[in-house]
Antibody, heavy 122, light 106 residues
Framework: QVHLVQSGPEVKKPGASVKVSCQTS????????ITWVRQAPGQGLEWMGW????????TYEQEFQGRVTMTTDTSTSTVYMELRNLRSDDTAVYYC???????????????WGQGTLVTVSS | VMTQSPSTLSVSPGERATLSCRAS??????LAWYQQKPGQAPRLLIY???TRATGTPARFSGSGSGTEFTLTISSLQSEDFAVYYC??????????FGQGTKLEIK
């Protein structure tokens, strides 16, 4: 049974950094990419980037380039997302999700973490 | 860019709901639909434009190809009132979402 379990809520001041974890279980960790998607209050879903746990290759959305880093710990099957130089408009729920295995060349996100609320406020 | 319409749809339980999604350029049949309820993560409903994900009830059906797609819910149940997002999943790994359609009880 596949599970993605994220770390708890965070409150940060502007200019600080936050690191959110996503511990996976129930499947072969290195075989599936992990993405991070965020959702500001009352807003839609925004793709931030992804990491390949097999080789730690990453691709980040241009908006977050230079501020975000995604890493893995294969010993614990955990993925991390660090966002630096936080601003008030970074206040959002951050989700990790798995690129699925759907029998097609490209598959959408089949399993999601429960979300982590990051609040940025002075 | 994925554009969904309408932004809000009001439908009575038991009736049919039809949600639309338009892509600014062709995504072939690589189109997914997600359902999101308040306080929950999105849940994958449909991928490949028309294939139901594991656990998706048969009353949900997807259609379309290229740039025009539709999600139909044949007979709305109380648990179906939620926000629905479409997503093109052709441009790996950068999959973009539509802005969402809120399906509310009429």
């Amino acid at each position: 049974q596949v599970h993605l379990v994220q770390s708890g809520p965070e409150v940060k001041k502007p200019g600080a950094s936050v690191k959110v974890s996503c511990q996976t279980s129930g499947y072969a960790f290195i075989n599936f990419g992990i993405t991070w998607v965020r959702q500001a209050p009352g807003q839609g879903l925004e793709w931030m980037g992804w990491i390949n746990p097999k080789n730690d290759d990453t691709t980040y959305e241009q908006e977050f380039q230079g501020r975000v880093t995604m890493t893995t710990d294969t010993s614990t099957s955990t993925v991390y997302m660090e966002l630096r130089n936080l601003r008030s408009d970074d206040t959002a729920v951050y989700y990790c999700a798995r690129y699925g295995d759907c029998g097609r060349i490209s598959c959408p996100f089949d399993y999601w973490g429960q979300g982590t609320l990051v609040t940025v406020s002075s | 860019v994925m554009t969904q319409s309408p932004s809000t749809l009001s439908v009575s339980p038991g009736e049919r709901a039809t949600l639309s999604c338009r892509a600014s350029q062709s995504v072939s049949s690589d189109l997914a639909w997600y359902q999101q309820k308040p306080g929950q993560a999105p849940r994958l409903l449909i991928y490949g434009a028309s294939t139901r994900a594991t656990g998706t009830p048969a009353r949900f059906s997807g259609s379309g190809s290229g740039t025009e797609f539709t999600l139909t819910i044949s007979s709305l149940q109380s648990e179906d009132f939620a926000v629905y997002y479409c997503q093109g999943h052709n441009n790996w790994p950068r999959y973009t979402f539509g802005q969402g359609t809120k399906l509310e009880i009429k």
